[in-house]
C-alpha cells in the first residue's frame, strides 16, 4: 500500500502544448503499481490554464481547492471548490483559474490502452 501526503510527490511541468502556469504531481501511477488508472493533482497558477483539448478516455476531477471556469468549443461555465466533473471520451474541456488563488484538481484518468 502507498501512502504519502500529495505534497511530497514531484510538482512536475507537464509537457503538453497550449498549457499556461500549470503544473502536476502524479501521486498514483504506473510506478506505484496502479495498472488501470492514473491520479494526478495539477495546480494552475492565477491566469492559468489546461489545453483545449479532446480524447478517447474519460476523466473524473474533484475540485479540491480554489475557483475557475471550464471551458469548451462554444461555452463557459463557472465552478468552485468542492465542484466535482465527469468529462466523457471525446468531450472538449479545459479549465481556467479565474480567481487570484492557486486552483488545485484531483483528475483521475484510465491509462491509455
Known amino acids: 500500500m502507498k501512502h ?3 505534497t511530497d510527490v514531484e510538482l512536475e511541468t507537464p509537457a503538453e502544448e497550449g498549457i499556461k ?3 502536476v504531481r502524479w501521486v498514483i501511477s504506473e510506478k506505484d503499481g496502479a ?3 492514473a491520479m494526478r493533482v495539477f495546480e494552475i497558477q492565477p491566469g492559468g490554464y489546461t489545453p483545449l483539448h479532446q480524447h478517447d478516455w474519460e476523466h473524473e476531477i474533484f475540485v479540491l481547492q480554489g475557483n475557475g471556469v471550464t471551458k469548451d468549443k462554444n461555452n ?3 465552478f468552485k471548490q468542492g465542484d466535482v466533473f465527469f468529462v466523457p471520451p471525446m468531450e472538449w474541456h479545459q479549465f481556467v483559474n479565474t480567481s487570484d488563488n492557486v486552483l488545485k484538481i484531483i483528475c ?3 491509462y491509455k490502452k
Open 4 to 6: 504519502v501526503h500529495y
Open 21 to 23: 502556469d500549470v503544473k
Open 35 to 37: 495498472k488501470n488508472f
Open 76 to 78: 463557459e461555465k463557472a
Open 108 to 110: 483521475l484518468v484510465p
